[in-house]
């Protein structure tokens, strides 16, 4: 082996520099998990307000039927 060749690493430093890693990737899936756990709340919320805007346009087309028979009723009237 020539004098300037990186010498090859030891088991141990092997299994420390696993263990690094290891613990990296643990840390990596733990963020995640709680971003998709935020994920999951905030698509919760836009689900209910999905919801309420739903029955709001139903509403809002529910009134503006109301005024459309009143209306209809009251030109059909003056005629």
């Given amino acids: 082996m020539p004098d300037n ?3 090859k690493p030891t088991i141990d430093e092997r299994l420390d520099r696993l263990t690094e890693r290891h ?3 643990t840390q990596t899936v733990e ?3 709680a971003m998709q756990r935020d994920n999951e709340k905030q698509f919760a919320e836009i689900g209910k ?3 309420e805007v739903g029955e709001s346009i139903r509403a809002l087309a529910r ?3 109301i005024h459309e ?3 209809s009723h ?3 009237g003056q005629q």
Avoid: K, Q, T, Y
């Fill in 23 to 25: 613990e990296a990737l």
């Fill in 63 to 65: 009134i503006a039927e």
């Fill in 5 to 7: 060749a990186d010498p």
């Fill in 49 to 51: 307000r999905f919801a």
């Fill in 74 to 76: 009251l030109e059909g």
């Fill in 31 to 33: 963020l995640i998990a």
């Fill in 69 to 71: 028979h009143r209306l």
